[in-house]
């Protein structure tokens, strides 16, 4: 195996451990051509795995020697590549993968300052790695430049900023090395209102000149994310996505969230409405999935089941309804029954027991990064964090407020971070260093929590924030957040076609956002789909 792994690196690839162990299924020479196939082709992703296989395994087949392709007929069988007629069969061999990828892994002992300060430094490195793949110049530390005058790139925490009188922007940063000065002149007005919208303990790049006494900036970059292209699947599969069911509370939406079970078991709805909904292979559950006990004083005016096992009872009864052949995948929120602290553990069996025997129901962690279908990769998260962007952001506070969740998951993708700012919210420091970090670029980004359907497009990425099943209570009205209850965003994993699915009247048909051809076309908008 050791061999095979130096094969691998040697042709700038390295190995899944579930395709290292489906090798053993090939000869040395079978390996040694695939791998060269996989180099022939160009494949830009790095890593080999059962999707990578699995998703150009049309173009791999047609390279291979045909003398030897039967030699590779368990190898792909193993992986899931099938013939056409298998391929017409899908739709009754309950094809979906459901793979975690990634998830915090929790300290189990007492949190001390050490472990938030470690937190910090697991933070700026796993930053200063994405930052050094740029290829900036002269990327120096504070502590180098020194007294040397001269152009540098710097990497840094942003401590506070204030505007001087002279109407500069004075900010204080840091790095490993130390703390330093960096001016913003107003007559750099790109460059001002960018950094303008920093927020406290955001790490970026500044192309800088000056000493480590006075730095004055000419450039500055966020970590960033994108895709290099859009990817699609071979099936015609439905993904849709939901949360905030707030079960439990005298506001929930019980009526309009069972006619959505019936629309999904294909119950309800026009012929063509009823052919998408058997599509839908997988259905995300995005937190709050009760409203809780105890999260504010005098809730239990509020509530029509005051425990949260009655509360998760209903969950499992409405969940339960739904076909067995839908994959269901749910993370917890702040309403749930785990510690507030992000990242949050999956919910437990003491108080759901119900949901533990669920086969089809797959219980993440919040956040989650999942893969289905098609290679698709999901970053599953609530957004407990979402409400401190938009009270910390200027343009974000005058312009969208609570209107436009996906704005606010842009400024997450740009950080590669979900919850940046130190102290406005409760995060738990993880054995694995900061949790929290965007490490892996997703092809979907999924939220929740301001109860609002809204679906985005930023650098081939993504995003799709759910709604919720629940009228708008007196702390939304008091924040100024009008909750858009009842949607559903849907989208095809082979077409990428995107719908939005309106249950708001129990009593009439279901509404599609836009027109009977069913899909929501995303428009450009400063560089940004939106739909």
Not at 110 to 137: A, G, L, P, T, W
Not at 140 to 165: A, Q
Not at 300 to 321: H, N, P, R
Request: proline share 4%.
């Amino acid at each position: 195996m050791e061999d095979i792994l130096k094969i691998c690196m040697k042709k700038g690839f390295f190995l899944d451990k579930e395709v290292l162990n489906l090798f053993s299924y090939l000869n040395e020479e079978g390996i040694l051509e695939l791998i060269n196939v996989l180099k022939d082709l160009g494949i830009k992703e790095r890593v080999i795995s059962k999707s990578l296989i699995f998703n150009h395994s049309d173009d791999i087949k047609s390279l291979l020697s045909s003398e030897n392709i039967s030699d590779y007929n368990l190898f792909f069988d193993k992986i899931g590549v099938f013939d056409e007629k298998s391929k017409k069969e899908f739709k009754n061999k309950n094809f979906g993968i459901v793979k975690l990828i990634s998830a915090p892994a929790f300290t189990q002992k007492k949190i001390v300052v050490k472990d938030f300060i470690n937190n910090f430094r697991s933070r700026y490195e796993k930053m200063r790695k994405i930052f050094e793949s740029k290829n900036f110049e002269n990327l120096s530390s504070i502590r180098k430049i020194g007294n040397d005058r001269g152009n540098y790139t710097v990497i840094v925490y942003i401590l506070r900023k204030r505007v001087t009188k002279n109407k500069n922007l004075f900010i204080e940063v840091e790095d490993p090395s130390g703390t330093s000065i960096v001016l913003v002149n107003q007559n750099k007005k790109e460059l001002f209102d960018k950094a303008r919208n920093l927020i406290e303990d955001d790490i970026v790049a500044f192309s800088v000149s000056g000493t480590s006494e006075m730095l004055f900036a000419k450039e500055m970059f966020y970590p960033g994310a994108s895709l290099s292209e859009k990817k699609h699947s071979k099936f015609d599969e439905y993904v849709a996505f939901t949360g905030d069911f707030h079960i439990g509370s005298k506001m929930f939406l019980e009526k309009n969230l069972l006619k959505f079970v019936k629309w999904l078991n294909g119950e309800e709805g026009n012929k063509k409405q009823k052919e998408i909904a058997m599509k839908v292979k997988y259905l995300f559950v995005l937190g709050d999935n009760i409203d809780g006990v105890g999260h504010y004083p005098e809730q239990e005016k509020f509530l029509v089941e005051k425990t949260s096992t009655g509360q998760y009872a209903k969950v499992e009864e409405i969940l339960g309804g739904i076909r067995d052949d839908i994959e269901i995948i749910m993370c917890p929120g702040q309403h749930d029954s785990v510690w507030v602290g992000e990242p949050q553990p999956i919910i437990s069996e003491k108080w759901a027991p119900g949901l533990y025997k669920m086969k089809n129901l797959h219980l993440v962690p919040n956040p989650s990064f999942v893969e289905i279908d098609g290679g698709f990769k999901i970053l599953m998260y609530h957004g407990a964090s979402i409400n401190r962007f938009v009270d910390e952001i200027p343009y974000i506070r005058a312009n969208y407020g609570h209107r436009s969740p996906t704005k606010i998951v842009e400024e997450m993708l740009k950080r590669r971070h979900l919850a940046p700012l130190h102290g406005s919210m409760d995060y738990i420091p993880c054995e694995n260093g900061d949790s929290l970090v965007i490490e892996n670029v997703p092809d979907i980004i999924a939220t929740a929590d301001q109860h609002r359907a809204e679906v985005s497009i930023y650098n081939n990425i993504l995003m799709i924030a759910s709604s919720c099943w629940q009228l708008m209570t007196p702390f939304e009205e008091k924040v100024g957040n009008i909750p858009d209850p009842c949607k559903i965003p849907l989208f095809n994993l082979k077409t990428r076609e995107i719908k939005i699915l309106d249950f708001s009247d129990e009593s009439k048909k279901i509404k599609w956002k836009e027109g009977e051809d069913l899909v929501c076309k995303l428009k450009e908008e400063n560089g940004k789909e939106i739909v």
